[in-house]
Structures are given as structure tokens and as C-alpha cells.
């Protein structure tokens, strides 16, 4: 059974164009599709405002399998397609050690 996540704006820093996105609970096989939705769905209001840079706050992510981290990296297209950086915040030991063993540092940001 899937668990639920949530996506919520958590900042937005006009001047800097810096939008921060928190993410909460797990990102798996049964709901990488609704948190893609919703992470795009909650960036989709800022484009007019010349939105540069979203940090991607996971510090509540408990878990993640290779279905969220798919999803991670759709994000992290659609956000370069419009021009867009995105990073990753806060990140647990555990999540960063799956980002790590997939080499995904080298093109996902981790602060």
C-alpha cells in the first residue's frame, strides 16, 4: 500500500526569484504520479514572476524508491525545459545515500 505525500509552498522570495517547495511523507510506486501533478501544479503560479530557482525542501520525506526519484527528475526537467534551476533542501541520511548510489548529485543539486 502507497502512502501520501503532500506539496505545499512554503516561500517565495520575489526579488530572487526563488521559489521554496516542501515536500512531506513518502514518494513511491503508488503516488510518484500525484506529487509530480501537485510539485508542478504548485511552481506553475510563479512563471509570470520570473521564477529562476526552486529549492525542493524533503526534509519530511521518510522514504523514497526508485518510483519517487523518477519523479524527482521529471521535475527537475519540466523546471529546466522553463528555463528553472531546482535543488534539493534538508534531505534525510537515507534519501540522499539512495541520490548518492544513483549518481543523481552530479545533476539534481544537493544542499
Given amino acids: 500500500m502507497s502512502g501520501r505525500h503532500s506539496v505545499s509552498i ?13 515536500v512531506v511523507g513518502s514518494l513511491e510506486h503508488g503516488n510518484a504520479d500525484g506529487f509530480l501533478r501537485d ?4 511552481v506553475d503560479g510563479y512563471w509570470q514572476a520570473g521564477l529562476e530557482m526552486v529549492k525542493l ?3 519530511g520525506v521518510s522514504y523514497i524508491d526508485s518510483s519517487g526519484i523518477g519523479a524527482m527528475v521529471e521535475l527537475y526537467k519540466y523546471l529546466s525545459s522553463r528555463s528553472a534551476q531546482m535543488s534539493l533542501v534538508n534531505i534525510r541520511p537515507g534519501v540522499r545515500k539512495v541520490m548518492e548510489l544513483l549518481g543523481l548529485e552530479k545533476f539534481l543539486h544537493v544542499e
Avoid: K, N
Fill in 39 to 42: 510539485a508542478r501544479t504548485a
Fill in 10 to 22: 512554503s516561500l517565495f522570495d520575489e526579488p530572487q526569484r526563488l521559489l521554496v517547495v516542501t
Fill in 57 to 59: 525542501d524533503v526534509e
